[in-house]
């Protein structure tokens, strides 16, 4: 069966510092990776898609990037990271073919003080 | 006009009621749709996909209705475990992007 990896589950970080935020699927090959934002008490805003190794399209202009160096691996990095950062990080697969069900990893709750 | 729009809640009802969302999204092409339950703190998870006919499982129906461009959950028999957010889901079409709502509040009350 198919299960993702995303970790660490919390993290506090100064503001100016860098992030990196990894996530890992196990089980299917070739997926769409997905990572998301949820600020507290708001929705799920896209910020990066991927349909395949190294290719990212970012869905918000911030100071925050991703890159997918493996087929199955997905990260999200920043070089310094801003208050307005903070937030429940979720990563996310789906089969390539696409108008399938999405899975979700356990988030990173992240704090940026 | 946001992509998917629900009405945020809080829905308070007591055990055993019936509920009903109404989830409205804009892309007319969207293709595949969904419900996801979210728990406090909590990663989203699938409750159900919508289907065009629609579709029950359990207490839970959902129906998709087209040519209003609009979604619906119903929960019938509320449970306290019922408690949580939901989230309605739209991947428009030629995309593989998921577009969620911002989610309704629910809580089953004792």
């Known amino acids: 069966s198919q299960t993702i990896h995303q970790w660490p589950a919390t993290l506090v970080q100064p503001v100016g510092s860098p992030l990196s935020l990894e996530c890992t699927v196990e089980?299917?090959?070739?997926?769409?990776l997905y990572w998301y934002r949820q600020a507290a008490g708001r929705g799920l805003q896209l910020l990066f898609y991927s349909v395949g190794i190294g290719q990212i399209s970012s869905e918000v202009p911030q100071n925050l990037s991703a890159s997918r160096p493996q087929d199955r691996q997905f990260i999200l990095s920043s070089k310094k990271l801003l208050l307005s950062d903070s937030g429940f990080y979720l990563c996310a697969w789906s089969v390539v073919s696409g108008g399938t069900e999405a899975f979700f990893g356990q988030g990173t709750r992240l704090t940026v003080v | 006009r946001k992509e998917v729009e629900q009405d945020p809640g809080p829905f308070n009802v007591p055990e055993g009621a019936t509920v009903a969302f109404n989830c409205t999204y804009s892309n007319s092409a969207s293709q595949s749709f969904f419900w996801y339950r979210q728990d406090c703190r909590k990663e989203p998870k699938l409750l159900m996909s919508?289907?065009?006919s629609g579709n029950e499982d359990g207490r839970f129906t959902a129906q998709l209705n087209r040519a209003s461009q609009y979604i619906s959950l119903l929960i019938r028999d509320s449970k306290l475990s019922d408690s949580a957010t939901y989230l309605c889901v739209v991947n428009p079409a030629g995309t593989y992007k998921y577009i969620f709502g911002t989610g309704t509040r629910l809580k089953v009350l004792a």
């Open positions: 919508v289907y065009s």
């Open positions: 089980g299917t090959s070739n997926p769409n």
